[in-house]
């Protein structure tokens, strides 16, 4: 049996417009207590704001939250996976492009996410992948998640 994207994946995923200042896309972080946005232009999915978009180009540039806009620090472009995508294949492209969430999308329609804590605690078969592939591939930021969840 194998593991898909959409048996992972969390399907209620908060987006912030792209017009939106930091701040107001800090309070959204901090009310749903999550550390990305799915940053949207006319519903449609664009880019992705994380906690370490914030601190880099935000509180590392000395940048004004409350001016800033989100669609000029967020992350692009937006990598996204397929609901139908092995589980394997989707933690080795984050290994590969060092990053830790992945927007699901079919169609051009925003399903979910997926996120590498949600890998490290889902089951053991996805534990095997991740201890396997830490050990080959893993940037020194994944590695403490990978390090902390996968015994």
């Known amino acids: ?42 519903g449609k999915a664009l880019g992705i704001l994380t906690e370490r978009d914030l601190l880099k180009r935000i509180v590392g540039e000395a940048r004004d939250p409350l001016r800033t806009r989100v669609v000029n620090v967020m992350s692009k472009p937006l990598i996204v996976v397929e609901p139908d995508m092995e589980m394997e294949e989707a933690a080795k492209l984050m290994f590969k492009l060092k990053i830790k969430k992945l927007p699901v999308v079919q169609d051009g329609q925003l399903l979910g996410l997926v996120t590498l804590t949600d890998l490290a605690r889902f089951q053991p078969q996805m534990i095997r992948i991740l201890k396997r592939l830490s050990g080959q591939m893993a940037p020194r930021r994944m590695k403490k998640v990978v390090d902390y969840y996968v015994v």
């Open 1 to 42: 049996m194998s593991l898909k994207v959409e048996d992972v994946m969390v399907k209620e995923v908060i987006t912030v417009d792209e017009k939106s200042t930091v701040k107001e896309a800090a309070d959204i972080m901090n009310k749903f207590e999550i550390g990305c946005l799915i940053v949207t232009k006319k």
